[in-house]
């Protein structure tokens, strides 16, 4: 598609200016001037290169778990922030730390995607039992559900004194980013490349039971491989580098309304728009209170929630 390349190139300069832009000082100067610097070239490999590719992934691989989701569910105003996946991943995260604080980063990963996945199946089969006739409240019962999930991590978290870290685990932060810290994202790019390779199938999916099995696909095939791949990218994102609201709902919506439900054709594009969606909401953080920073999971929760009203009067106007 002819808006392929200019995304690319429109994303490669924000992520070349926020390989630039700190507290600290790097500059094309101090890097290959006459009197290089070994400090800024340190804080670029270590700190500044590693932060913008886990911006770029997080980025692309939430917004593609909310694009699978959307196709499954067959809603689109859901994503794992909005279904209870993120609160159940969280869940998830604590129980492992206060069971096995010793554990690997990978292993409380993995209990935090099982976590996230059962979570995600509990939404999914509430809404089977209570049939909702109106789309806008498919939301509504996954935030409520978020909700319960979420209170019960907090409950646990204040008995075992870990609300600090479950604060750190629930605000998307990328200030901590170092290398070897964000590494799990990688699984991200692979969940996105599975996604896309499944394309058709969600598709499939996403037009019903029945239309699916009458086309040879097996639905709930299907469905099981859309929730293992918003499970995994939801847990890694969070164990990584924090919650991420609204990111997965905010841009396939808008993918969807220039190129349409085919899920092939917005892969590239979604993934491509979540990653320039984080960077500039990073950029914006870091630079309104520039020495501090505003974690990016405020930034995106304002600027995703303001979004995600817009899309739901829409909705409604157009209903009318």
């Known amino acids: 598609m002819k808006v392929l390349l200019p995304a690319f190139l ?23 001037g006459t009197s290089a610097d070994d400090h800024a070239m340190r804080l670029l490999v270590v700190s500044r290169i590693p932060r913008t590719l886990a ?14 989701m959307q196709m499954i569910v067959r809603n689109r105003f859901v994503e794992p922030s909005t279904t209870g996946t993120t609160e159940a991943a969280s869940l ?8 096995a604080p010793g554990a690997s980063i990978i292993g409380k990963m993995l209990v935090s995607a099982a976590f996230a996945l059962a979570g995600t199946a509990l939404f999914l089969r509430i809404l089977r039992a209570v049939p909702l006739r109106d789309a806008m409240l498919v939301p509504l019962v996954g935030i409520m559900l978020g909700g319960v999930t979420g209170a019960l991590a907090t409950f646990l978290a204040y008995r075992f004194n870990l609300l600090p870290s479950l604060l750190a ?26 996604a896309y390779w499944a394309a058709d199938r969600f598709t499939l999916a996403g037009m019903g039971r029945d239309v699916s099995v009458g086309l040879g696909l097996s639905h709930e095939a299907s469905m099981t491989l859309g929730l293992v791949l918003v499970s995994v990218i939801a ?26 439900d085919n899920m092939r054709r917005s892969v590239p594009l979604v993934a491509l728009g979540g990653a320039g969606l984080v960077l500039v909401c990073d950029l ?10 505003i974690p990016i999971g405020v930034v995106m929760g304002v600027l995703g929630s303001l979004i995600f009203l817009h899309l739901l009067l829409r909705a409604r106007r157009r209903v009318a």
């Open 169 to 194: 685990w629930t605000t998307g932060d990328f200030s901590g980013v170092l290398r070897g810290r964000y590494e799990l994202l990688w699984l991200g790019l692979a969940a996105t490349g599975l």
């Open 10 to 32: 429109a994303i490669s300069f924000l992520a070349s200016i926020s390989l630039f832009v700190g507290a600290g000082s790097v500059s094309p100067g101090l890097l290959f």
């Open 92 to 99: 998830g995260f604590l129980v492992a730390t206060i069971l």
């Open 55 to 68: 911006i770029l992934l997080a980025g692309s691989s939430l917004a593609i778990a909310g694009l699978v």
């Open 235 to 260: 847990a890694v994102c969070l164990v990584s580098v924090g919650a991420i609201p609204f990111l997965g709902l905010v841009v396939p919506n808008i993918v969807s309304l220039a190129v349409g």
């Open 284 to 293: 914006i953080g870091r630079l309104v209170r520039y020495p501090y920073e």
